[in-house]
């Protein structure tokens, strides 16, 4: 219950959350790769994605075969119920800090 | 659109590899992402990028969630071997007589085999500085004609010969000897040089620490010192320019010092000398040995480089077409000329006339062979012992098989338990390689090899390898054995007895391990008795209260007459060389100029020789005192020469005329003959003498003195010398310790066989201790039954030791065989010999008897003395 979430870990949570029921390694590495312009190695988001079943924050199933695959299916993540609240208690751990900041600090960019 | 790519095939070997390491439940959707991306990476960078993307991420996948598990392994691994370790721990703890049997017997072993280890490391490290080391090599030759020992000298010209034929080599490099005294601060030190070829620096990589390799031996009478030779001798001033005076071999300058070696090298030398010197040399009419001579193969060493892209046998074919050319049947030698590798020179097979002292290949492999014996007699006993205690272990394999443990696993176990043990032995064994290793560098052999046996890391690394090897192979046995039992048989304690015990094979280890023991034993009595034999023998001549002293070129007549004023010498004579210690002069001699010539070994001596030595004339007389010239043209012969040169009787020979070969051809007259007596080195018999009248080939002055305390004495001639020659040191020693400095050899060898022996004998005996005891242990019911029904002691003692006895008898009888027919062998070279004789056989049987009875009686009285009611109470 008390698991920690990574902060990569929460980025790639995102993700899975984001591409609701279509989300497999390749997908979040891409997505990692195009939105946010970091890159990432396949291998460390497939890492991250076990970390995050182990810890329940998702759940995997098989999926299709669909794409360059030669008929090999995706494992797709979905988001559990438990993974939503860390998410959220992440977000709001953020906006506490985000809070914390004075006004003109922000002001002046 | 995307669909077409499914043809294209990323790195086959990747692929493979990611099956191979990826467990099954992943493999299937990784291997899909993997590919999709191979094809985004392909359509966007081109196959090559694409192929390196793939294997990167392939290599990047592996970690803890993609590695398959083996099937067998759901617990932790590094528990499990803690788990071996300790169990292993407890048992070698628990059963402390097994542990003290096999610890000491393998530790002792070990150490031996630890100092083998070091030696051939020594031997290998040879030459390894050289960086031309894999493309040098040198010629041989050897004859057909007398021993059949090749030599590593050949003939002057054949280098040159041989290089205007081949093209291939190049780089040639003569050496000749270059020996002689050198004056330094009044004392005079002999020198060990070597004339070498002026591109000896091409070839060889001796480094100059001053001077310039390209022309340091290109002037005649040119020298360059080794570095300690020069510190030696100059001490810290610039040896350069400096010069040199050689013995009667010319002035030298010095043009160059080599730095300190960077290991060992098998050419044995003090200084480089040019090799234009002996030409200059031959000019002033000094001899050189023949130089240039077809004929003369004792003189140069020739090595050199072989291109590349050249081989041996190339130019092996070059040097049959010279040695056809060059001689034939009538020549005085008619040798065949062979390519000798540097690397297989030392170590490498045994030849004459070597360059430097490197050890033969056979004496390795002999000490190997020791070595491995008392190694396998100390791993029979580990093998026979642990296949013994299996009854033991029964339990505990039962349940580790019901618990899950596979039998690959419990075979580990069991090696990991040997493994512990040799380890365990090997810190011990480099306690007893502390005593051991200066017992064996004092040897003569190791300062005679120049045997350096350093304990380095890499040593160590190795020492470790080996013990763990050895746990390895020892453990094998009893651990396949150990595992193989069935769960269900083995917790009930329902494995027969009889396929516990093994019986079959753990007789044949004892029966070997005797047999070894046997050997040895009688190998060492053997090489005992035959060094007493050569010490004790009566050669026919006295060696009692005489001195001798090496002249070491010093006027004899001189050196006489000072002696003669102390009062304890009662009579001095002189002498070219001291009989029986391996050392002789041949010579040749007829009846007349056109008879077939006879071969002679011949002494020099003056006319107090025969007193001195208290040799016997058969018949004539000695040399007569005061009558030089007459004495020059009389010699003396032997029993033997009488039978060689064709006389019938003593008194015939008295008178004749006989020509003595000696550069021009001697004349002389035979005076006298002597009774036989033995002069040669022990393996030779007495063969045809002469002794003739020569004080210029004197090398010995050979004191009779009527004291016996020698100190004083020593004392006294050390006073005279020093006034009579202040460069030299004295050089004086009994008669007989001189040939026992001869002897010291055979000496050596017995230390080492002996000690081998020993050691293999009480390691038997301890393994014959565990097993019988074992033995006994495992029929104590069947005693205390025996007992209660009222067998009587004697008859139980015998049934327990009956099985032994047979064993015993078996090891006997084969190992005198062996023994006798091994020994035969070298015992055969000697003209004179012990014999094999009862006593040796009978002695070592005894004794072997002895150990055996003393071991298992102990047990079997033990077992007998013990009331039935303990053993039986149980049942």
């Given at each position: 219950?008390?698991?920690?979430?990574?902060?990569?870990?929460?980025?790639?949570?995102?993700?899975?959350?984001?591409?609701?029921?279509?989300?497999?390694?390749?997908?979040?590495?891409?997505?990692?790769?195009?939105?946010?312009?970091?890159?990432?190695?396949?291998?460390?988001?497939?890492?991250?994605?076990?970390?995050?079943?182990?810890?329940?924050?998702?759940?995997?199933?098989?999926?299709?075969?669909?794409?360059?695959?030669?008929?090999?299916?995706?494992?797709?993540?979905?988001?559990?119920?438990?993974?939503?609240?860390?998410?959220?208690?992440?977000?709001?751990?953020?906006?506490?800090?985000?809070?914390?900041?004075?006004?003109?600090?922000?002001?002046?960019? | 659109?995307?669909?077409?790519?499914?043809?294209?095939?990323?790195?086959?070997?990747?692929?493979?590899?990611?099956?191979?390491?990826?467990?099954?439940?992943?493999?299937?959707?990784?291997?899909?992402?993997?590919?999709?991306?191979?094809?985004?990476?392909?359509?966007?960078?081109?196959?090559?990028?694409?192929?390196?993307?793939?294997?990167?991420?392939?290599?990047?996948?592996?970690?803890?969630?993609?590695?398959?598990?083996?099937?067998?392994?759901?617990?932790?691994?590094?528990?499990?071997?803690?788990?071996?370790?300790?169990?292993?721990?407890?048992?070698?703890?628990?059963?402390?007589?097994?542990?003290?049997?096999?610890?000491?017997?393998?530790?002792?072993?070990?150490?031996?085999?630890?100092?083998?280890?070091?030696?051939?490391?020594?031997?290998?490290?040879?030459?390894?500085?050289?960086?031309?080391?894999?493309?040098?090599?040198?010629?041989?030759?050897?004859?057909?004609?007398?021993?059949?020992?090749?030599?590593?000298?050949?003939?002057?010209?054949?280098?040159?010969?041989?290089?205007?034929?081949?093209?291939?080599?190049?780089?040639?490099?003569?050496?000749?000897?270059?020996?002689?005294?050198?004056?330094?601060?009044?004392?005079?030190?002999?020198?060990?040089?070597?004339?070498?070829?002026?591109?000896?620096?091409?070839?060889?990589?001796?480094?100059?620490?001053?001077?310039?390799?390209?022309?340091?031996?290109?002037?005649?009478?040119?020298?360059?010192?080794?570095?300690?030779?020069?510190?030696?001798?100059?001490?810290?001033?610039?040896?350069?320019?400096?010069?040199?005076?050689?013995?009667?071999?010319?002035?030298?300058?010095?043009?160059?010092?080599?730095?300190?070696?960077?290991?060992?090298?098998?050419?044995?030398?003090?200084?480089?000398?040019?090799?234009?010197?002996?030409?200059?040399?031959?000019?002033?009419?000094?001899?050189?040995?023949?130089?240039?001579?077809?004929?003369?193969?004792?003189?140069?060493?020739?090595?050199?480089?072989?291109?590349?892209?050249?081989?041996?046998?190339?130019?092996?074919?070059?040097?049959?077409?010279?040695?056809?050319?060059?001689?034939?049947?009538?020549?005085?030698?008619?040798?065949?000329?062979?390519?000798?590798?540097?690397?297989?020179?030392?170590p490498g097979p045994l030849y004459g006339n070597q360059i430097g002292d490197g050890m033969p290949n056979f004496f390795v492999i002999g000490l190997s062979i020791l070595a491995g014996l008392i190694m396998v007699c100390a791993a029979f006993n580990y093998t026979n012992l642990s296949a013994a205690r299996a009854v033991t272990r029964t339990k505990e394999v039962g349940v580790r098989k019901v618990m899950g443990a596979k039998r690959g696993q419990l075979t580990f176990q069991f090696i990991i338990e040997s493994i512990l043990l040799s380890l365990f032995s090997l810190v011990l064994a480099v306690v007893f390689l502390r005593f051991l290793k200066p017992a064996f560098e004092g040897l003569q052999i190791s300062s005679m090899l120049n045997w350096q046996l350093e304990l380095t890391t890499t040593s160590y690394v190795q020492f470790v390898g080996f013990a763990i090897v050895l746990g390895i192979v020892t453990g094998l046995f009893p651990s396949l054995y150990l595992s193989s039992f069935n769960a269900i048989n083995a917790m009930k304690g329902a494995l027969s007895k009889k396929k516990l015990s093994g019986w079959a094979l753990r007789k044949t280890l004892i029966v070997v391990q005797f047999m070894i023991s046997i050997v040895l034993i009688t190998s060492s009595v053997l090489v005992y008795k035959q060094i007493q034999y050569i010490v004790d023998k009566d050669y026919g001549y006295t060696k009692e209260n005489i001195i001798n002293i090496d002249l070491q070129g010093q006027d004899y007549a001189t050196l006489k007459t000072e002696l003669e004023t102390?009062?304890?010498?009662?009579?001095?004579?002189?002498?070219?060389?001291?009989?029986?210690?391996?050392?002789?002069?041949?010579?040749?001699?007829?009846?007349?100029?056109?008879?077939?010539?006879?071969?002679?070994?011949?002494?020099?001596?003056?006319?107090?020789?025969?007193?001195?030595?208290?040799?016997?004339?058969?018949?004539?007389?000695?040399?007569?005192?005061?009558?030089?010239?007459?004495?020059?043209?009389?010699?003396?012969?032997?029993?033997?020469?009488?039978?060689?040169?064709?006389?019938?009787?003593?008194?015939?020979?008295?008178?004749?005329?006989?020509?003595?070969?000696?550069?021009?051809?001697?004349?002389?007259?035979?005076?006298?003959?002597?009774?036989?007596?033995?002069?040669?080195?022990?393996?030779?018999?007495?063969?045809?003498?002469?002794?003739?009248?020569?004080?210029?080939?004197?090398?010995?002055?050979?004191?009779?003195?009527?004291?016996?305390?020698?100190?004083?004495?020593?004392?006294?001639?050390?006073?005279?010398?020093?006034?009579?020659?202040?460069?030299?040191?004295?050089?004086?020693?009994?008669?007989?310790?001189?040939?026992?400095?001869?002897?010291?050899?055979?000496?050596?060898?017995?230390?080492?066989?002996?000690?081998?022996?020993?050691?293999?004998?009480?390691?038997?005996?301890?393994?014959?201790?565990?097993?019988?005891?074992?033995?006994?242990?495992?029929?104590?019911?069947?005693?205390?039954?025996?007992?209660?029904?009222?067998?009587?002691?004697?008859?139980?003692?015998?049934?327990?030791?009956?099985?032994?006895?047979?064993?015993?008898?078996?090891?006997?009888?084969?190992?005198?065989?062996?023994?006798?027919?091994?020994?035969?062998?070298?015992?055969?070279?000697?003209?004179?010999?012990?014999?094999?004789?009862?006593?040796?056989?009978?002695?070592?049987?005894?004794?072997?008897?002895?150990?055996?009875?003393?071991?298992?009686?102990?047990?079997?009285?033990?077992?007998?003395?013990?009331?039935?009611?303990?053993?039986?109470?149980?049942?």
């Amino acid at each position: 219950m008390n698991q920690k979430l990574g902060e990569f870990e929460e980025i790639v949570l995102l993700f899975v959350a984001a591409q609701h029921e279509a989300a497999y390694g390749l997908s979040v590495t891409k997505a990692i790769e195009d939105e946010l312009g970091r890159s990432v190695t396949m291998s460390s988001v497939h890492t991250a994605l076990y970390r995050l079943e182990e810890k329940g924050f998702v759940e995997s199933k098989l999926g299709d075969a669909e794409g360059n695959r030669r008929g090999r299916r995706k494992r797709i993540f979905v988001i559990t119920a438990q993974g939503k609240t860390a998410l959220h208690e992440a977000r709001d751990a953020r906006m506490r800090v985000w809070d914390m900041i004075p006004d003109f600090v922000m002001k002046f960019v | 659109m995307q669909e077409q790519w499914h043809d294209i095939d990323p790195p086959k070997r990747a692929e493979q590899f990611f099956e191979w390491y990826c467990n099954d439940w992943l493999v299937e959707t990784i291997g899909g992402d993997l590919y999709e991306r191979y094809i985004d990476n392909y359509s966007k960078y081109g196959r090559k990028k694409a192929n390196r993307k793939y294997w990167f991420d392939v290599i990047r996948f592996i970690n803890r969630h993609t590695l398959k598990r083996s099937k067998n392994s759901k617990f932790n691994n590094m528990s499990i071997f803690n788990n071996y370790v300790k169990v292993g721990f407890r048992n070698l703890v628990r059963n402390r007589a097994f542990t003290v049997i096999n610890t000491l017997g393998l530790s002792v072993s070990m150490a031996v085999c630890l100092i083998i280890i070091l030696l051939i490391n020594d031997q290998l490290s040879y030459d390894k500085f050289q960086l031309n080391r894999d493309s040098i090599y040198r010629f041989t030759h050897s004859r057909a004609e007398g021993i059949n020992l090749g030599m590593a000298t050949i003939p002057h010209p054949l280098g040159a010969e041989a290089q205007k034929r081949f093209a291939g080599m190049t780089e040639v490099v003569n050496f000749h000897r270059l020996g002689g005294e050198v004056e330094s601060n009044g004392k005079a030190l002999d020198i060990f040089g070597l004339y070498a070829s002026p591109n000896l620096f091409e070839l060889f990589s001796y480094k100059l620490k001053s001077g310039d390799p390209k022309t340091a031996l290109v002037e005649p009478y040119s020298i360059v010192l080794k570095a300690e030779i020069a510190e030696k001798f100059f001490k810290d001033e610039d040896p350069i320019g400096k010069e040199m005076k050689i013995g009667n071999r010319g002035t030298y300058k010095i043009t160059g010092v080599l730095e300190k070696l960077p290991g060992k090298t098998h050419i044995r030398f003090d200084a480089f000398a040019s090799e234009s010197s002996t030409a200059a040399l031959t000019e002033k009419g000094l001899d050189m040995w023949g130089l240039n001579n077809w004929q003369n193969g004792s003189q140069t060493w020739t090595y050199f480089k072989l291109q590349e892209g050249y081989g041996p046998e190339q130019l092996q074919v070059v040097l049959d077409e010279i040695a056809a050319e060059f001689y034939n049947e009538d020549s005085d030698m008619n040798p065949t000329f062979d390519i000798q590798a540097m690397s297989n020179i030392t170590p490498g097979p045994l030849y004459g006339n070597q360059i430097g002292d490197g050890m033969p290949n056979f004496f390795v492999i002999g000490l190997s062979i020791l070595a491995g014996l008392i190694m396998v007699c100390a791993a029979f006993n580990y093998t026979n012992l642990s296949a013994a205690r299996a009854v033991t272990r029964t339990k505990e394999v039962g349940v580790r098989k019901v618990m899950g443990a596979k039998r690959g696993q419990l075979t580990f176990q069991f090696i990991i338990e040997s493994i512990l043990l040799s380890l365990f032995s090997l810190v011990l064994a480099v306690v007893f390689l502390r005593f051991l290793k200066p017992a064996f560098e004092g040897l003569q052999i190791s300062s005679m090899l120049n045997w350096q046996l350093e304990l380095t890391t890499t040593s160590y690394v190795q020492f470790v390898g080996f013990a763990i090897v050895l746990g390895i192979v020892t453990g094998l046995f009893p651990s396949l054995y150990l595992s193989s039992f069935n769960a269900i048989n083995a917790m009930k304690g329902a494995l027969s007895k009889k396929k516990l015990s093994g019986w079959a094979l753990r007789k044949t280890l004892i029966v070997v391990q005797f047999m070894i023991s046997i050997v040895l034993i009688t190998s060492s009595v053997l090489v005992y008795k035959q060094i007493q034999y050569i010490v004790d023998k009566d050669y026919g001549y006295t060696k009692e209260n005489i001195i001798n002293i090496d002249l070491q070129g010093q006027d004899y007549a001189t050196l006489k007459t000072e002696l003669e004023t102390l009062p304890f010498i009662e009579n001095i004579t002189a002498s070219n060389i001291i009989p029986n210690t391996g050392v002789s002069n041949f010579t040749e001699a007829w009846r007349e100029t056109k008879d077939e010539s006879v071969d002679l070994n011949y002494l020099s001596v003056d006319e107090n020789y025969l007193d001195i030595l208290e040799l016997d004339l058969v018949a004539g007389e000695n040399f007569k005192k005061d009558a030089e010239s007459l004495n020059r043209k009389s010699v003396l012969i032997n029993e033997k020469a009488l039978e060689a040169f064709g006389f019938q009787t003593p008194l015939d020979a008295l008178g004749e005329t006989l020509y003595i070969e000696e550069g021009d051809t001697l004349v002389a007259n035979v005076i006298g003959v002597l009774k036989d007596f033995n002069y040669q080195f022990i393996f030779v018999g007495i063969e045809p003498l002469l002794i003739k009248f020569e004080p210029e080939s004197y090398q010995y002055a050979q004191l009779k003195i009527s004291g016996f305390d020698l100190t004083e004495e020593m004392v006294a001639i050390d006073k005279i010398w020093d006034e009579f020659d202040p460069k030299h040191e004295l050089k004086a020693q009994t008669f007989q310790g001189q040939q026992d400095e001869f002897n010291k050899f055979f000496y050596d060898i017995l230390y080492i066989v002996g000690l081998i022996a020993v050691l293999s004998i009480s390691i038997a005996g301890m393994g014959l201790l565990g097993i019988s005891a074992f033995a006994i242990q495992a029929r104590m019911k069947e005693v205390s039954i025996r007992k209660v029904l009222g067998a009587n002691v004697k008859s139980i003692i015998f049934m327990l030791s009956r099985s032994f006895i047979i064993m015993l008898s078996i090891a006997l009888i084969l190992g005198f065989s062996i023994a006798y027919l091994g020994n035969k062998v070298w015992l055969d070279m000697f003209a004179y010999r012990t014999n094999f004789g009862f006593d040796i056989f009978f002695f070592t049987a005894l004794g072997l008897i002895g150990v055996a009875v003393a071991t298992i009686g102990w047990q079997a009285i033990r077992a007998t003395s013990t009331n039935p009611a303990s053993t039986l109470r149980d049942d």
